[in-house]
């Protein structure tokens, strides 16, 4: 029995240095050294050793994992037609639209909505954007390198999981030497958190796949309502024009808006109103009418 809870304390207390020394950062070369040498002893312990690490030394170095993400303003002729033209081009592109929204400004439809596209497709998606629109008004383009956590949580994964298999035995001994179930479900405890942070590394290394694969691009689209202006002195008719056209509109909205008033409101309650005077005046002017002849 002490010996069961001594291989318990001892491995536990090996699962945290391993855990905390495997979360410090670690640069990605670093890694490699470390990785290079341990391959290194194991190539020279085993038969054919100098071959062995020969060859391993002339495998390609890993690429790097860059997370791409692009900001790109537009001034475009018509952003309803725009906006369909993004989507084709994520879709063409291998890609697909996060989330999309349109709202009026200024009685003008403007829009905005994120693409992912293959990270290889990058250039490509900001070259066709650009082609769709009369100018960029702006763009801005930034990278994140992840390689280095990457490689943190792929080391960290490969201890965590060593630790399982040496705990599964252990929990396999303990149920062969004794039928106690406090020691079973001890082991299982610690069998059951090391999973949990095996499943959560997991996660984290899936998202960071997925991010490097595909690149995301956020597209604001700017209508240009005088895509061809008439300006003398800083003067724009095309504006005023639009202006006094939209003051009309206005003012014969009021008018309706008055006449309908008017008709459905005012009229009615008037004679409403004047029903009982009328009434009068009639009973008045009978009363008249027989004095006279009387």
């Not at 942070?197 to 691009?217: C, D, F, P, S, V």
Request: net charge negative; with cysteine; hydrophobic share 50%.
């Amino acid at each position: 029995m002490r010996k069961v809870f001594c291989l318990i304390a001892v491995t536990v207390v090996l699962a945290a240095v391993v855990g905390c020394a495997a979360s410090r950062p670690q640069s990605v070369m670093k890694g490699v050294v470390v990785e290079r040498e341990e391959a290194a002893v194991m190539a020279a312990a085993a038969p054919g050793g100098p071959s062995a690490v020969a060859d391993w030394e002339m495998a390609p170095v890993e690429e790097r994992m860059i997370i791409w993400t692009g900001d790109v303003s537009l001034i475009v002729k018509d952003a309803e037609d725009s906006l369909d033209k993004v989507e084709a081009i994520a879709k063409d592109l291998g890609g697909y639209v996060v989330n999309s929204s349109s709202w009026y400004q200024d009685e003008q439809l403007r829009a905005r909505l994120t693409i992912r596209v293959p990270a290889e497709e990058f250039d490509a998606a900001l070259a066709s954007l650009k082609d769709l629109a009369i100018r960029v008004e702006n763009k801005n383009v930034s990278t994140q390198d992840v390689t280095e956590e990457y490689t943190d949580l792929d080391a960290r994964l490969r201890n965590l999981e060593a630790t399982e298999t040496e705990l599964l035995e252990l929990l396999t001994e303990v149920r062969e030497r004794t039928s106690k179930a406090e020691d079973v479900l001890a082991v299982h405890r610690e069998i059951t958190n090391i999973r949990g942070q095996i499943e959560q590394l997991k996660g984290r290394m899936q998202y960071l796949e997925k991010m490097t694969a595909m690149a995301t691009i956020n597209v604001e689209l700017i209508p240009d309502v005088l895509a061809k202006p008439l300006v003398v002195a800083g003067w724009r008719p095309t504006g005023t024009a639009a202006n006094a056209l939209r003051t009309l509109i206005r003012t014969l909205q009021r008018i309706v808006d008055a006449a309908l008033w008017l008709i459905i409101y005012v009229l009615p309650t008037l004679v409403v109103i004047a029903i009982p005077f009328f009434i009068l005046w009639a009973i008045w002017r009978r009363w008249r009418r027989k004095r006279k002849a009387a």
